[in-house]
């Protein structure tokens, strides 16, 4: 992972003195192993700049760069992962293609407010993905990002009050769960 030349060049771009920092090179796929070897470049920049990190988009990532003072996010994962019928709700993943939601008539979370949670049924969504229907993928990427947005909303209340964000995700978005073994599995 070259920690010492990560850090040098973090020393380097202190001193020009930029307002803000991208912070890049991890890997999506082993995001956890490049956290933990870099965790010192993870740090948010001295003197109060902007930090932005490339690639960080589970919950699980926001809250663990939050942690380390990273103040803004920006990750195609709610929608992608919507375009592809893999939802986030409360109580874990969801594959809105799986065919035990043929029949489910209800909201795809029942503790969600959204428009898609709403209106539309786990079996509507299914047929619209099944069928590569375009307001599918509107309906979910609609509902990723007001989960998204109800769980920052959330994890910056419990923030403000000085509290750690953990605790399972079924409580999500009140509290955040930061280890990826308990997280519920896609269904």
């Known amino acids: 992972m070259y920690e010492d030349l990560r850090e040098r060049s973090l020393e380097r771009l202190r001193e020009i003195g930029y307002d803000g920092y991208a912070l890049g090179g991890l890997s ?4 956890r ?6 965790s010192t470049t993870w740090a948010a920049p001295a003197g109060g700049q902007a930090a932005l990190p490339d690639g960080v988009g589970t919950p699980e990532d926001i809250v663990f760069a939050v942690q380390r003072g990273i103040d803004m996010f920006d990750c195609v994962m709610p929608t992608r992962n919507a375009r592809h019928g893999l939802l986030f709700t409360g109580s874990g993943d969801l594959r809105i293609k799986n065919a035990r939601f043929k029949a489910d008539t209800g909201p795809l ?3 969600c407010g959204c428009y898609t949670c709403r209106h539309y049924s786990r079996a ?6 099944r069928s590569g229907e375009m307001l599918g993928a509107r309906l979910n ?3 990723n ?6 769980f ?3 994890c910056a209340r419990r923030w403000s009050t000085g509290a750690s964000p953990n605790g399972r995700r079924r409580s999500w978005p009140s509290a955040v769960n930061l280890r990826q073994r308990d997280r519920p599995r896609a269904v």
């Open 152 to 154: 920052t909303a959330a």
């Open 141 to 143: 990427s609609i509902h």
């Open 109 to 111: 979370d029942p503790e």
């Open 145 to 150: 990002l007001h989960f998204y947005q109800d």
């Open 124 to 129: 509507y969504l299914h047929h619209l993905q």
């Open 33 to 38: 192993k490049t956290w933990s070897a870099s």
């Open 28 to 31: 999506v796929a082993n995001r």
